[in-house]
């Protein structure tokens, strides 16, 4: 089991920028790889973006590339996820997860609130 806490979330402007991170802990020896997925009111979760545990590769949702930027530190087992330009439509609560022992994502955070105003 690998625990997840998230930090870093708040109430901004459009044009703002944020900087989520996840701090892993636990079985943390077989991560194969850590994202962000969010969830808006009424809607059903989304993936944001993921990060390979082991080599760094990334991958985005089309609605944030360019925008968002996700990173490791592994020696901290630490995932963030740097948020530019944010949108009112970025208005979510987002969570990180972690893919332990898979390539399913089987551990979640419980999540910080981003609120952007127009």
């Known amino acids: 089991q690998v625990q997840l806490v998230e930090s870093g979330g708040g109430l901004v402007q459009a044009g703002d920028s944020l900087r989520l991170s996840c701090a892993a802990s636990?079985?943390?020896?077989?991560?194969?790889?850590m994202g962000w997925f969010r969830q808006a009111p009424g809607k059903e979760r989304e993936f944001v973006a993921t990060i390979r545990w082991s080599g760094g590769s990334t991958s985005y949702a089309s609605s944030v590339k360019g925008r968002f930027t996700i990173s490791r530190d592994n020696a901290k087992n630490t995932v963030h996820l740097q948020m530019n330009s944010l949108k009112p439509e970025d208005t979510a609560v987002y969570s990180c997860?972690?893919?332990?022992?898979?390539?399913?994502?089987?551990?979640w955070g419980q999540g910080t609130r981003v609120t952007v105003s127009s």
């Open positions: 636990g079985r943390t020896f077989n991560l194969y790889a």
């Open positions: 997860a972690a893919a332990a022992g898979g390539i399913a994502y089987n551990n």
